[in-house]
C-alpha cells in the first residue's frame, strides 16, 4: 500500500531532506522501493527525476541544488515531485499551501488540479482555510475534536451547512465588502482538551443551539439527505426521530 499512497507534507523546507540535492529528494521513493518497483540504472532514475522535475514546473539545472537554495514554491513543487516518483493512486495534502505566500498558494492548488487530471489521482486534502478546500475538494468533511460533525458535496455543504459547528465556522470567513457593514461571526468559549473531550456532543460546551441532551449524549452520525451526514441532535427534530 506504501507505494500506493503518498503524503505531501505542511512545511515544503522541513519535509526535503537539507543534506540532500534535489535530484536526490526526489529520487528517494525509487531508491527506497526498489524491491517493488525493480532497481533502475543511474541514467533511468536521473531521467525519470527530470522528467518529474519537468512535470511540476522546477527547472531541470536545481537537479544539483538543495533546499535552501530554491523558494518556498519551488521546495513544495519538489515536494509533489517526489510523491508522484511510485505513481500513486492517492496523495494526501497535509495544509499543503499553509506556508506559501497566497500568489504562490493558487500556483500550488492550480499543479494540484492539473495533475490530478493528467494521472487520475485522489486527494485527502486537509485544510483550515475554506475557500481553498471549496476550490479544490468536491466533497468536504468538517472535523471537531476528532471527530467528524459532518459530510457532504462540496456545494451542498457550503450552501445548506447542517451542523451548528460548520455554519459557526462559514460565518467566521471575513468578507471583503463594498462599504457595507459585515459582522463577523466569533465563535465563543474554550476548546476542550482532545485527551479529555467532554461528554456528550464534543461541540456542546460551544455551540449556540446546545439542549440539555448535547451535555448527555452523543449525537449519532447518520445521513439527512442524500450524501449529507450530520451528527447533531438538532437533526432528530428535522426526521422527527
Known amino acids: ?54 512535470l511540476v514546473g522546477v527547472p531541470t539545472e536545481y537537479y544539483n541544488a538543495y533546499p535552501h537554495e530554491l523558494s518556498g514554491g519551488q521546495q513544495q513543487r519538489a515536494g509533489i515531485a517526489r510523491a508522484l516518483a511510485l505513481n500513486p493512486k492517492m496523495i494526501i495534502c497535509d495544509e499543503p499551501v499553509s506556508s506559501l505566500d497566497v500568489s504562490i498558494q493558487a500556483q500550488i492548488l492550480n499543479l494540484l488540479q492539473e495533475l490530478q487530471k493528467k494521472r487520475g489521482l485522489s486527494y485527502l486534502f486537509i485544510a483550515h482555510n475554506l475557500a481553498v478546500v471549496e476550490h479544490i475538494c468536491k466533497r468536504v468533511a468538517v472535523m471537531y475534536l476528532g471527530k467528524i460533525v459532518e459530510c457532504a458535496d462540496t456545494k451542498d455543504l457550503y450552501t445548506s451547512p447542517m451542523h451548528p459547528y460548520t455554519q459557526a465556522l462559514l460565518k467566521a470567513v471575513p468578507v471583503i465588502s463594498s462599504g457595507e457593514n459585515t459582522e463577523f461571526h466569533v465563535i465563543e468559549g474554550e476548546i476542550p482538551s482532545p485527551l479529555n473531550p467532554p461528554k456528550g456532543c464534543r461541540f456542546g460546551t460551544r455551540c449556540e443551539k446546545v439542549m440539555e441532551k448535547c451535555y448527555e449524549i452523543e449525537p449519532e452520525y447518520k445521513e439527512i439527505s442524500k450524501g449529507h451526514f450530520v451528527a447533531c441532535h438538532l437533526m432528530d427534530q428535522k426526521t422527527g426521530e
Not at 526498489?34 to 532497481?39: A, F, H, P, Q, V
Request: proline share 6%; aromatic share 8%.
Open 1 to 54: 500500500m506504501r507505494s500506493e499512497m503518498q503524503l505531501i507534507f505542511q512545511n515544503p523546507y522541513l519535509s526535503l531532506f537539507p543534506h540532500m540535492s534535489i535530484g536526490a529528494n526526489i529520487s528517494e521513493p525509487f531508491l527506497v522501493n526498489k524491491k517493488d518497483i525493480g532497481k533502475l540504472t543511474s541514467k533511468e532514475l536521473t531521467d525519470k527525476v527530470l522528467d518529474l522535475m519537468k
